[in-house]
């Protein structure tokens, strides 16, 4: 199990921006980032194999939300810009030990989670 500490959600206006940190206890093979909003499924946001940081993204954040790595500080980091109201939901960090692409943007492949940071966008 690796520990995991989520900061940087917060509140802001559509089109603004937040940069949410993880903590971690050491770098996975491969790490990601998902939300979840009220009475919605977990879905994934961003992952990055941290071998070669290679990325994944959901359609739906394709060139709005960066996932990037710092591998001195253990942490990573989820750029989030032009933000809409939909975004709103429960950002979670998460880890696994396998660098398989299959599955890397899927909750159900991860088996360390964070406790979460509360992203609330207001239209």
């Known amino acids: 199990q690796v520990r995991l500490v989520e900061s940087g959600g917060g509140s802001v206006q559509a089109g603004g921006s937040l940069r949410l940190s993880c903590a971690a206890s050491?770098?996975?093979?491969?790490m990601g980032w998902f939300r979840q909003a009220p009475g919605k499924e977990r879905e994934g946001v961003a992952a990055i194999r941290t071998g070669d940081s290679t990325t994944a993204y959901a359609d739906s954040v394709k060139g709005r939300f960066p996932i990037s790595q710092d591998n001195a500080k253990n942490t990573l980091y989820l750029q989030m810009n032009s933000l809409k109201p939909e975004y709103t939901a429960l950002y979670y960090c998460?880890?696994?030990?396998?660098?398989?692409?299959?599955?890397?943007?899927?909750?159900?492949?991860?088996?360390?989670w964070g406790q979460g940071t509360q992203v609330t966008v207001s239209s």
């Open positions: 998460a880890a696994r030990g396998s660098s398989l692409w299959v599955g890397i943007l899927e909750a159900r492949t991860y088996n360390s």
């Open positions: 050491k770098l996975t093979a491969s």
